[in-house]
Each structure stands twice: as C-alpha cells, then as structure tokens.
C-alpha cells in the first residue's frame, strides 16, 4: 500500500509540470500583446519604448524557457506575480477567493448525493416500473439543459416571478447560495442518478444476489447490506470524477449569480486579458482536479480487498 | 429482479429499438433542415432592427416576440440555430477526426510514438475541460473558430484513447493476421479493416458528445468568448437578454429553450443508436 502511495506521488510530478509548462506556455503565446491591451484599455496612445520597459519589467524580453522556470519557481514560493488589471497579487487574490468556491463546489456535491443517491437506488430497484421511467425522464431532462439556462429559469421563477429569493445579494450568505447551488445540482444530480442507477442495476444482477433471493433474504437487506457496500466505490469515484465538470460549472454560474468565488475572478480576468490571473486560475484548478483523483484512487486502493490484495486495477 | 431475455423477446425489444432510432434520426434531419434553410423559415430578416417595436410580448406578429431592438426572435432563433447546430457538428467531426487518427497511430505503432502520444493525452485530460477550454477561448480572443478549437483541444483525448484501445483489440485478431499474410500494406490495413470495425463504438460516442459540446459551445458564447453579436446564435442571444430578464423574459427563454430541445433530440439519438448497436446496453436497460 505505501508503495503504491509513492508510486502515485511520483507520477504526480510530470503531470504538475506539464500542467504549469502547457498553462504558461498558452498564456505567453498571447503575453505580448497583452501589454498594448493594458494600455489602450486605459485609453493612452504609448510609445514602443514604454511597451518594451514594461516588457522588460514583467521579464517577457527573456527566453521562454528561463521565463518558465523564474514563474515556477515563484510559484512554488506562493507568487505568481501581479496582476496587470488591479496591481494586487495574484495568488493572493486567488486563495481569498477560494473559500467561496469551495462552500459552492461542497454544498452542490452534497446535494447531489442527497437526491442523487436514494433515486438512483429507486430507479434501479424499480427496473422499468413507472417509478423508474419517472426519474429517468427527469434525469434525461436534467442531462439536456445547459447550466446556464437552468440558473436564469431557477432566477426567472424564484426571484422575479414569486420573489422568494433575492435577485442580487451583497456578498457571499447562505441564502444567495441556494441559487447557484440549485443550477448546479441539477445537472449533476442528473448525471449521478444515471450512473448510480447503471452501477446498482449491474449489481443487482449478479449470482450472489440471485442466491441470497432464492435463500429468503429480504430484498431490502440485499440492497442496502450487499449491493449498495461493494456499489459504494464505484459510486464515490465516479463522483470524484466529476469535479472537473464541476469546476468548469462554477465559473458560469458564479458569473450569473455574482457569487464572488474564483469563477466569477477568473470569468472577468479572461474579458480584461488578465494573463497572470488566467494562468493562476487554470493552474490550481487542474491541480484541486489532479490532487481529488489521486485521493479518490488511493481511497479506492485502500477500501476495495480486491484491488488491494490482487495489486493490479480492476 | 433479474430478467432473462429470451429470444423471441429480444427481437421485439430490437425492432423497437428500430423504430425508435428511425423517428429520432428523422426529428435529427429536421433540425438539420431547419438550421439548412433557415433564412427560407425565417419570417422576418433576423438582423432588421425597428426600435418602434422593440420588446413586443410573443403574438400573431411575432410569435416569439422581438428583443430589445426590434429583432424578431423566431427568425433569430432560427438562423441562431444554424450557427450553433453547424458549428456543434464542426466541432465533433474536427474532434472525432482527429481524436481516432491519433489513437489508431499510437495503437499500430508501439514505442516511443504510443508513449508519447499517450502522455500528452494524459495532460490534456488532467485538467477539468471546460475551465482549460475558457482560458484558450479567453487567450484566443473569441469568435467561432476559436471557441471550436478551444474545445477541440479539450476534447480530442477521449477519443484517442477509445480508438487506441479499440485498434489494439482488432489488431490483435486473426483476420488482420490472415489480412496481413494474404498482402495488405499498413495503410490497407488500417483503412480496409480497423477503421471499418471501430467506427461504431467512435461513432456512438460522438453522438452521443453533440449534445454537451452544444451546451459547452453556448456557454463559451454566453460568456462572450465564441459566437460575437450581432451574429444570432443561441449562447450569445441569451446572453444578450440576460439583463433584460425581468422585462423580457421570452429574449431567454426562446434560445434557452431551442438549445435544450435539440440538445434533447441529440441525445435521445445518441442513446438510441447506442442501444441498436450494442445488445449488452440495451438488456440493461
């Protein structure tokens, strides 16, 4: 087992280089003109010799790859430069800006699983009763609708229409979190009680369900002491594997909503060609989305007596 | 609990199947006819502005109402849905091409290319598509072209390894071996016999993918980094009327609504397909 925790640390190494060369790379194809954009964005014709200066200033002269290692290296010690819009740290705005995130990302997972979960066992329990059309056809629904369209209908109904919910609230508070948080379950919820369905009806199928059936077991006791214990990893990484959907989600519905996260920073760095800011965000989210992978598969390894005995992956 | 499908059974389940994926492909062919000639359907020019009407609540007039320029919102619906349609249906075909090319060469050859390759598929797909996919439309500037190649670029991977494993498999199978004895050339090879019997497991999971890369392709633009105004397309009319929500709701709810719609038909296809060709999916249910 700690073999196979450091063997998967070790792989961790050239899939965070490659994440921080392929973010800086792409931000420096654009780099340069970035520093005309600043300044025509401020409304002032500048010369070429002020545009070199601040070229040189921010160390784009250099060659690419010194430029490369100077960035990872900052970026190591928590500094990955300045913003050119506001001037403030980069990393520092993005880890203020974090929390909020987080809180959105971890109440959507756990409203997902919360309604998810038990409709999926349903749906697979109840193989093609009308219980399971029903919840299939919502989940198809769910499956078809853009996020973005679900936060302005969820906002439509709830906040113009019937005005339970406020339309714009000042700051981050738990009633402003409902919103966003409904959007994005809807489609993730969609998703999981598909998948969870999938995984459980497989399950339901197998000889040692037919046995413990023919023995008198009650249906209830197979499901929740048998099928749903060896489904659960199966279930659980699946999840895992849809935080990168997750992630790409929050930066629109953090947009629609004004819920102040790193979405909504790294939506507005991207129309002020904020490259820093771009960078800082596309990195840490791969490596939030590395790291809950790694996590995941090593819970896997170690809950799972098979894969953990066998050595080798199912 | 467990049903076990018996012959006659399972040819009754087929033919449903049949039908099934006939109606939906027809339902397909409509939306692609409709996004073919829409400038035939559209009642009004899309891109005529007359203040003087501005906001008209859905009628007879105008049967989706205008938007906040007097734009008639059927018509632009309609020629709106040409973009997204045909720019979805770009984006697939560029990334299934290109996807399976990439995979069948890293599987037929084993070494340092298949390493290679496969590792920078690995980095694409270690980070979480559609934030990588924004930062490249964003880098790129928007417009079409370039939100269709920031997605590609998320996207490619998938297929790569779906029609690496799957050429690894027919490549190891007897009648290549009697292929290859009886003469063929790799490229023979590859274009007689692999590609003919990968295509369907590729084929399923492409369209099965025109329905998300709708919606990611709309979102692009709903946040202003593909289609650019006044170009109609269904992202961007709705980001249009996103401030406009409380007084003009239908400006949203007309695109908002078209996308879902096709996205629906997309994948009900998809799954149908799906279930006609593979048997083992559709006893599952």
């Not at chain 1, 993005?94 to 349903?122: D, E, F, N, R, Y």
């Not at chain 1, 029903?134 to 369209?149: H, K």
């Not at chain 2, 939306?31 to 609540?57: G, K, N, W």
Request: glycine share 8%.
């Amino acid at each position: 087992m700690r073999n196979y925790v450091f063997k998967r640390l070790l792989q961790l190494i050239p899939i965070l280089l490659g994440i921080t060369f392929l973010s800086f790379a792409m931000m420096r194809l654009a780099g340069g003109d970035a520093i005309s954009y600043l300044y025509e964005s401020r409304g002032t014709a500048v010369a070429q010799e002020i545009i070199d200066a601040k070229k040189v200033e921010l160390g784009l002269d250099k060659p690419f790859i010194i430029q490369y290692l100077t960035w990872l290296a900052g970026m190591l010690r928590g500094d990955m430069g300045i913003s050119y819009v506001s001037n403030k740290d980069v990393f520092q705005t993005l880890t203020s800006k974090l929390p909020a995130t987080l809180l959105l990302t971890g109440s959507a997972i756990v409203w997902t699983l919360v309604i998810a979960l038990p409709l999926g066992i349903i749906s697979a329990v109840r193989h093609n009763r009308i219980v399971d059309y029903l919840i299939r056809f919502f989940s198809f629904m769910g499956n078809s609708m853009p996020n973005f369209f679900a936060a302005l209908l969820l906002m439509y109904v709830f906040s113009i229409r019937f005005k339970i919910l406020p339309v714009i609230t000042s700051g981050n508070t738990l009633v402003s979190l409902i919103l966003p948080t409904a959007t994005l379950v809807v489609s993730m919820a969609a998703k999981y009680t598909r998948q969870v369905r999938a995984v459980v009806l497989e399950e339901l199928n197998k000889d040692y369900v037919i046995g413990a059936r023919a023995r008198g077991v009650k249906g209830s006791v197979i499901v929740f002491k048998s099928v749903l214990r060896v489904s659960m990893l199966t279930i659980l990484t699946l999840l895992a594997l849809s935080i990168g959907s997750l992630l790409g989600g929050t930066a629109i519905v953090e947009n629609i909503f004004m819920w102040d996260g790193v979405g909504k920073l790294a939506v507005d760095a991207i129309s002020m060609r904020d490259y820093p800011m771009i960078q800082a965000y596309v990195v840490w989210m791969a490596i939030i989305y590395v790291l809950v992978n790694l996590v995941t598969d090593i819970l896997y390894h170690l809950l799972d007596p098979r894969v953990r005995l066998g050595g080798d992956r199912l | 609990m467990t049903d076990h499908v018996t012959q006659r059974r399972q040819k009754v389940v087929r033919s449903h199947t049949g039908a099934r994926l006939i109606f939906f492909l027809i339902l397909a062919g409509c939306l692609l006819l409709a996004a073919l000639f829409a400038e035939h359907l559209c009642p009004y020019d899309p891109y005529a502005q007359d203040l003087s009407i501005a906001m008209q609540v859905p009628g007879p007039d105008h049967l989706l109402g205008t938007d906040r320029y007097g734009r008639d919102m059927l018509s632009r619906v309609l020629i709106g849905g040409r973009t997204s349609i045909f720019a979805t249906l770009i984006l697939v075909a560029v990334v299934t091409v290109t996807g399976t090319g990439i995979g069948v060469i890293s599987a037929w050859k084993p070494g340092p290319v298949d390493t290679v390759l496969m590792r920078i598929s690995d980095l694409f797909l270690a980070f979480p598509s559609l934030v990588f996919a924004l930062a490249v439309a964003g880098v790129l500037g928007g417009g079409v072209q370039n939100a269709i190649l920031a997605l590609a670029l998320v996207s490619w991977p998938k297929y790569a390894r779906l029609a690496r494993s799957q050429t690894l498999v027919q490549k190891s199978s007897t009648y290549i071996m009697a292929a290859r004895l009886s003469g063929s050339s790799d490229l023979q090879l590859v274009i007689r016999h692999i590609l003919p019997n990968i295509a369907g497991p590729v084929l399923v999971t492409a369209v099965l993918d025109i329905g998300t890369m709708m919606m990611e392709l709309a979102a692009l633009s709903f946040l202003g980094l593909g289609v650019k105004p006044p170009m109609a397309e269904w992202g961007s009319m709705m980001s249009d009327g996103r401030s406009l929500l409380q007084s003009v709701p239908w400006m949203i709810l007309a695109p908002g609504a078209a996308i879902f719609m096709t996205v629906m038909i997309f994948n009900l296809l998809g799954d149908t397909i799906r279930d006609y060709l593979d048997p083992k999916e559709r006893t599952k249910g």
